[in-house]
């Protein structure tokens, strides 16, 4: 008998993705690379996709995993696209913030491209190897903003709302492959995107940045403090775990409370 009986049972539980690949993209930073440590941590083999190369190699050396270097704007690129990865965690995004009248069109077009159209093309891309195999984890980085809209962001809001949609059809889809298909829906993540939206509002409405983390991003959230990365990554690891093998077309909100009013 082990003189710590629980000593291998922890060393199991962390290496449960142990012989499964995970693409992550937008992977080199933020919610990304929090996603790729914790996924590489499970025993999985990471690829991270980032437009930033020098990133996306530093990180995919420190575990050990892959880099992609790719620009997902470049949506023609991705059409006829074949993945063989068993874990898919669409995560690139990035926000603009603007009245409706004032929104340029090509920034809306831009914002549903990255978050919708990339994200579609990608499980196209993978689902093929997914059913092959019997098994496939598609999990989706959306927002509170997927299930709630907040004034000045028409593009993201429209772009998160239409991820919700992706995902649902992919779960009545991949269910009887074996593949489940996620959204996880945080609030204001600790990142360099939202610290760029705190300037921009602040821009937008006039007021220090200090207040806008007070009284506009925090103010629907009874728990008031930013989303670590962390957090988000380990409710993601969760999600393609066996633990969640019958957890398919849900939305996972992480928001302190804000989507309960």
């Known amino acids: 008998m082990s003189p710590n009986p629980t000593k291998g049972a922890e060393v199991t539980e962390t290496r449960e993705l142990a012989g499964r690949s995970a693409l992550i993209t937008g992977g080199a930073s933020g919610i990304g690379a929090a996603c790729a440590r914790a996924f590489a941590a499970r025993g999985a083999e990471v690829t991270i996709a980032d437009i930033d190369d020098v990133g996306a190699k530093r990180l995919a050396r420190e575990l050990g995993g892959k880099a992609w270097a790719v620009d997902l704007l470049d949506v023609e690129a991705l059409e006829n696209l074949r993945l063989e990865v068993d874990i898919l965690v669409n995560n690139a995004g990035v926000q603009r913030i603007d009245p409706i009248q004032d929104f340029p069109p090509e920034q809306f077009r831009r914002l549903l491209a ?3 159209e990339v994200p579609f093309l990608l ?8 059913y092959a195999r019997g098994f ?9 903003h997927g299930l709630r809209a907040s004034a ?4 993201y809001v429209t772009a998160k709302h239409g991820l919700e949609g ?4 992919t779960a009545l889809e991949g269910g009887p492959h074996g593949v489940t298909s996620n959204c996880v829906n945080p609030g204001y993540v600790r990142t360099p995107l939202v610290d760029k939206q705190i300037a921009d509002q602040a821009r937008a409405h006039g007021i220090p940045e200090q207040e806008v983390l007070d009284k506009i991003l925090l103010t629907e959230s009874a728990i008031k403090r930013l989303v670590e990365p962390e957090e988000v990554a380990a409710l993601s690891v969760w999600l393609a775990s066996p633990s969640a093998g019958m957890v398919s077309g849900a939305s996972y ?5 804000w989507s309960a009013r």
């Open 123 to 130: 499980i196209r891309a993978a689902l093929p190897h997914m």
């Open 152 to 155: 000045y962001k028409a593009a």
């Open 166 to 169: 992706l995902s649902k059809v």
């Open 114 to 116: 990255l978050m919708v």
């Open 253 to 257: 909100t992480m928001d302190g409370g």
């Open 136 to 144: 496939g984890r598609i999990i989706n980085i959306s927002s509170v």
